[in-house]
């Protein structure tokens, strides 16, 4: 059921085109993954999500296995029919979550204890029942437990880290082969090494002979530097197979992307465009634009006139500010569409321009515009 | 451009069904109207209430003018263009508001000084300039200021306020001829009177000599027992011009829909549909169901199986449950716009059954249908 094809690679960078197949379809990339944490892309539907033409969302086994819990999803028929959704879905295994959300921690070799950051109640997450849980989920692709540090974190810190998460990857792995999961779903390893180019090699080399169908790179986008996080992005994927389908995790703004792409990167989610639109800032294609500033108080133009999406074909700035201004919930619900479509069509554009061996002057051209409304 | 005709005059009742013609196109009578109090149904977009059917939305003239102010939508080239939608819109005088959400009230012949509950700034707000107000905002069907009172109210102070709403009335209509509106807005007179008869007779006979396209009922739903308000849809229907829309503003439950149209009332606006929605409450065809229940925790039943609004068609009773627990936005649009449906389509279903002279069939077995949920 699973293939990852390589179908074009650009002439002048790193970039490049593929096909992945999943039970649940195909997915062309480079993909931008809609983040659903809670089994739902905040604010928007299904359909809209359709519109915006997402082939694959993002949703994650710590929020789901706190609330609303296995027994409910598992009743329901999986996560694809809890939340109407029939396309592929990837869902996090919560090592992240464990480590930013959840109180009083307790990272043991067997897995990590700690309190639900809904009600305190006490849980022992391990990499054998993170499987289990996301077996129960039905996602397409599902992530290992691994242990998620803060930045900075000294060489020794993120050693220790690195080397637990490849033993729970291992861990990880002998339970998705126990449960005769390969026909229904994909395992990942995750690259962790925190900034330190020889621990993100040793992530990879060490997760690349565990043999795993993707690889994800994670711990990055946690407040390190931009030039580390994009070395990072370049030293994994350097020591990643090449024919494997690759995946940063949490990235992230439009040059983030385009870099994460130059450097080999096939997959990416980030909840920037909804947390963004939330807050009432739109990405255009001259840049991020905030729909209360004044400025667009009787400003009758479309909020990116070269935008297909919805909100564009209808709704002037002044009318987005006036939603935002009365707390109209429709705001943020307009302008959050607006940028899944926006995140959507910028990698569907990059694909175009890999296919054609141009994925540099598109970077270029794009990031140049892009910044027109930070230089006024 | 404006015509009201009564298309059929249900034989067992005083429900009659009507066309009402407007610049921006034809309402079929009884109809319910969501409410976009400050240019937006509250979490709905202007396509989602199309594809309810919605022929006519009410707006708000007391809260446009403070937010965004006239300006604005003066530059936006009107109501319909600022907020994308192109059918009927009728707009609220803001009596009603001033009376239940301004600062320092006072009432003078010449109109109301009040301080804007939103900054506190202060304005005088006439029977004309309300007129000139509406005007701008290009609003299809316009009221008259109306000086609105709280329940209980004494018989003598019933009485001043209807006389003050009559002159108002006046005032309103002269306006409304000097600026020459006939073809392109049609004015309303608003009853009032509270919950005594003679004065509710008193009013409307004042009124119809004034002469008005049509005529509003208010002062109604403000906490009055429900067979007063019944009693009153009656008397104010008996006074009125037949052949002239009747409309009954912020009414109100399936039950009381059901008795102002049995009454012969042609329009109603509410905003239970929202306000219940963003609660969690939803209306189906057994009753009020409470989608945070935990008897709905794995329940893969659709909100009401017998309803085909987006909602309904792909969404469990515990999806929705879980979106309401976990503070996702997205449930409070799923079950207000099952909601709104759920109000247009039994008006319409109210229509159907005018026309075959069953109405007070229609109306038994819907409301009985309608308790099961809250008898079990």
Redesign the interface.
């Known amino acids: 059921m699973f293939s990852f094809k390589i179908t074009h690679q650009d002439k002048n960078s790193k970039a490049r085109c593929a096909r992945l197949s999943t039970p649940h379809g195909e997915v062309e990339t480079p993909v931008f993954m809609p983040v659903a944490t809670?089994?739902?892309?905040?604010?928007?539907?299904?359909?809209e999500l359709e519109e915006c033409s997402a082939q694959i969302i993002l949703s994650n086994a710590y929020h789901l296995y706190l609330?609303?819990g296995l027994?409910?999803i598992e009743?329901?028929?999986g996560l694809h029919n809890?939340?109407?959704w029939q396309k592929p879905i990837l869902t996090d295994s919560g090592g992240y979550q464990v480590f930013s959300l959840a109180f009083l921690r307790k990272y043991k070799d067997e897995g990590v204890e700690f309190q639900s950051h809904i009600d305190g109640s006490k849980h022992f997450l391990t990499p054998e029942k993170v499987i289990q849980i996301q077996k129960t989920l039905g996602s397409d692709i599902i992530m290992p437990l691994d242990d998620c540090i803060e930045y900075p974190a000294t060489h020794e810190m993120a050693k220790i880290a690195l080397e637990r998460t490849t033993r729970w990857a291992k861990l990880a792995k002998d339970e998705y082969k126990k449960l005769n999961l390969s026909q229904t779903q994909a395992l990942f390893g995750i690259v962790q090494g925190s900034t330190y180019e020889d621990l993100r090699k040793q992530s990879a080399k060490e997760l690349t002979d565990l043999d795993f169908f993707g690889y994800a790179v994670g711990g990055l986008s946690v407040g390190e530097p931009q030039d580390l996080m994009y070395e990072m992005f370049s030293v994994a994927m350097d020591s990643l197979p090449q024919q494997k389908p690759r995946y940063v995790m949490g990235v992230g703004m439009p040059e983030d992307i385009f870099e994460a792409i130059g450097s080999g990167v096939d997959m990416f989610d980030c909840v920037i465009p909804t947390r963004y639109g939330r807050n009432g800032s739109a990405f255009t294609s001259e840049g991020k634009l905030t729909v209360r500033n004044a400025e667009f108080?009787?400003d009758?133009k479309l909020l990116d006139p070269n935008c297909d999406c919805?909100t564009c074909k209808?709704?002037?700035r002044?009318?987005l500010?006036?939603?935002f201004?009365?707390s109209?919930?429709?705001?943020?619900?307009?302008v959050s569409l607006h940028n899944i479509y926006f995140f959507i069509k910028l990698t569907q554009d990059i694909r175009e321009s890999i296919k054609e061996d141009r994925f540099s002057e598109f970077k270029d051209s794009f990031l140049n515009r892009f910044s027109q409304l930070s230089k006024v």
Chains 1, 2 share one sequence.
């Open positions: 809670q089994a739902a892309v905040k604010t928007i539907s299904p359909r609330r609303p027994e409910v009743d329901l028929g809890f939340m109407s108080k009787s009758d919805y209808n709704f002037s002044a009318y500010r006036h939603l201004n009365s109209e919930m429709l705001g943020l619900r307009l």
